[in-house]
């Protein structure tokens, strides 16, 4: 909302609140929340990345063991190629009809109600892939694998959503975070399961799958017990006490007028509240720009190449002289750098601003990759040269963590205002998953043709993309959905509300829960 002409008693009151919502202190339950939250979804979604790398020539050998007994040969070298791809890629179709069935959950379940539900798409993947073995079928592993993709799909997008709504704007963004740092704790703690000393051994890699079970289960323990969505239950259900109560569990305080009241001018902005659906967003002028914002941001989030720094990473430690026993324990650093650039960007984001990060973490992935591209290329020729290009490798990974692995997640949830939400986090995962699948099917052409040059590829996404940014994205820290909005209001060539009309909608009386009249016009949300 615009600050008044001059100052007055509201505007000493409005500071006053402003002061106060930025120190009043993180809760129990909004933590709970946040870390069980992710620990349910994105964790496994991290984790699932990782955990099929080392035991894959155990995996193999079982294609291969089965099929000799089922077919009382061997498997061709093909079919068995085929199969492991298939194996591997799946996890993004998956992945894909997670994200377009998210809509249809959310409307049904809500955002906390549909976290639960995923929680049985995990148990059940992970009895699936770990009793594979134990009933001679890959195509058990096969379904697995689709159906934890699934689960993913659908955590990637309710996730970002679930947190974004239930955080003070002050530290939306920290807490945005945490769905970046499970996902690299996930990917480490895959590296860390899959060492031969754990379980990276041909006796025991069903376990690494079972493994997926225990984040799911500790979900289930505690998140019943924490609220559902205050924006959700206020603006789409209608149910003005249990939003109440969510604001005051997450809050900490009994006194959340401030809180309701924003909602509810958000609710009056928006005229007669109504979920838009995927079509109606697409044609909607109000939204476009911040559409084509996340389509692109999202989309340069997997075209990056971060996906294809690993294809590398084991060749030049190779070619640095460490030995193949060793290489496991070496590549753990990729994930504890990874999880530490993740925290570390959860711990400034409030301070730096979204905008800057990302790109910064584009500009220096640019950086890296076309350093790497240089060593890449005079490595054979120079001794010392393959430990300079894991050097850029982990400098690479870094970068991406410190804004592009998780802010493009946090956006989608705050450039949209409550109705077009669902659709936009569903049209996101969209681009997400696809793109995923195109850099996994794609990225192996482009390596054969351009070897070592394949970087440059990335070098100009990652161009474009902070270039696009620095051109289009409005800041977004500390302001309320309805003030970004605001933002995009001139490129979308809308009429911002003027300062008058503003100030009627707000001054519209409402009677408040206990049927008194509120005067909006003193209210100045943290959220």
Same mark, same amino acid.
């Given at each position: 909302m615009d600050k008044p002409l001059k100052d007055g008693p509201a505007d000493h009151e409005m500071s006053d609140s402003r002061k106060n919502s930025g120190k009043q202190p993180v809760t129990a339950c909004l933590l709970s929340a946040a870390f069980f939250g992710a620990l349910g979804s994105s964790f496994i979604y991290g984790y699932n990345l990782s955990v099929v790398n080392a035991p894959a020539s155990y995996i193999k050998a079982f294609y291969n063991k089965t099929w000799v007994e089922r077919y009382g040969g061997p498997i061709p070298a093909e079919t068995s190629t085929l199969l492991w791809s298939i194996t591997v890629s799946i996890f993004s179709i998956g992945g894909l009809f997670g994200a377009l069935s998210v809509s249809l959950f959310i409307r049904v379940l809500g955002r906390k109600g549909t976290l639960l539900l995923n929680n049985s798409f995990a148990v059940i993947a992970a009895l699936v892939l770990s009793l594979g073995e134990t009933a001679k079928s890959f195509e058990m592993l096969i379904i697995g694998r689709i159906i934890i993709g699934f689960d993913s799909g659908i955590a990637l997008s309710v996730l970002p959503m679930y947190l974004g709504e239930i955080t003070p704007r002050h530290i939306r963004g920290s807490i945005g975070q945490f769905n970046s740092i499970l996902i690299c704790l996930g990917v480490f703690?895959? $590296?860390?399961?899959?060492?031969?000393?754990?379980?990276?051994?041909?006796?025991?890699?069903?376990?690494?799958?079972?493994?997926?079970?225990?984040?799911?289960?500790?979900?289930?323990?505690?998140? /019943? #017990?924490?609220?559902?969505?205050?924006?959700?239950?206020?603006?789409?259900?209608?149910?003005?006490?249990?939003? &109440?109560?969510?604001? $005051?569990?997450?809050?900490?305080?009994?006194?959340?007028?401030? &809180?309701?009241? &924003?909602?509810?001018?958000?609710?009056?902005?928006?005229?007669?509240?109504? +979920?838009?659906?995927?079509?109606?967003?697409?044609?909607?002028?109000?939204?476009?720009?911040? @559409?084509?914002?996340?389509?692109?941001?999202?989309?340069?989030? $997997?075209?990056?190449?971060?996906?294809?720094?690993?294809? !590398?990473?084991?060749?030049?430690?190779?070619?640095?002289?460490?030995? &193949?026993?060793?290489? /496991? !324990?070496?590549?753990?650093?990729?994930?504890?750098?990874?999880?530490?650039?993740?925290? +570390?960007?959860? @711990?400034?984001?409030?301070?730096?601003?979204?905008?800057?990060?990302?790109?910064?973490? #584009?500009?220096?992935?640019?950086?890296? #990759?076309?350093?790497?591209?240089?060593?890449?290329?005079?490595?054979?020729?120079?001794?010392?040269? /393959?430990?300079?290009? !894991?050097?850029?490798?982990?400098?690479?990974?870094?970068? #991406?963590?410190?804004?592009?692995?998780?802010?493009?997640? +946090?956006?989608?949830?705050?450039?949209?205002?409550?109705?077009?939400?669902?659709?936009?986090?569903?049209?996101?995962?969209?681009?997400?998953?696809?793109?995923?699948?195109?850099?996994?099917?794609?990225? /192996?052409?482009?390596?054969e043709k351009l070897q070592t040059f394949a970087f440059l590829v990335f070098v100009v996404v990652c161009i474009l993309g902070s270039i696009y940014l620095y051109f289009v994205l409005p800041e977004t820290k500390n302001k309320t959905f309805m003030d970004i909005s605001q933002s995009f209001a001139k490129i979308n060539k809308i009429p911002v509300p003027s300062p008058s009309h503003e100030m009627e909608m707000v001054l519209s009386n409402k009677p408040d829960l206990n049927g008194k009249v509120q005067d909006a016009a003193k209210t100045e949300s943290s959220f």
């Open positions: 703690t895959g $590296q860390v399961m899959g060492l031969p000393e754990l379980l990276g051994q041909e006796s025991r890699w069903n376990y690494l799958f079972a493994f997926l079970a225990l984040p799911a289960i500790l979900q289930l323990c505690v998140l /019943p #017990f924490l609220p559902e969505s205050p924006r959700y239950l206020l603006m789409e259900r209608r149910d003005a006490a249990g939003a &109440e109560r969510a604001f $005051q569990r997450f809050l900490g305080k009994k006194d959340v007028s401030q &809180e309701l009241e &924003e909602v509810h001018a958000e609710a009056r902005a928006q005229d007669n509240l109504h +979920i838009a659906s995927v079509l109606q967003l697409l044609r909607s002028p109000a939204v476009r720009w911040q @559409l084509i914002t996340v389509i692109i941001t999202m989309t340069c989030y $997997q075209l990056c190449g971060l996906n294809a720094i690993w294809y !590398y990473t084991n060749g030049i430690l190779r070619e640095a002289g460490f030995a &193949e026993k060793v290489l /496991p !324990y070496i590549t753990l650093s990729t994930g504890a750098i990874e999880t530490l650039a993740a925290i +570390i960007s959860g @711990l400034v984001i409030e301070r730096i601003g979204r905008k800057p990060l990302l790109i910064f973490g #584009f500009s220096a992935m640019a950086v890296f #990759f076309s350093l790497l591209t240089v060593f890449l290329n005079i490595q054979n020729s120079v001794s010392w040269m /393959p430990y300079l290009s !894991y050097v850029c490798i982990l400098a690479v990974i870094a970068s #991406f963590c410190s804004g592009p692995g998780g802010i493009p997640f +946090i956006l989608t949830g705050e450039l949209f205002e409550q109705s077009y939400r669902p659709a936009a986090f569903m049209i996101a995962g969209t681009v997400n998953w696809l793109s995923n699948f195109a850099v996994g099917l794609l990225f /192996p052409f482009i390596q």
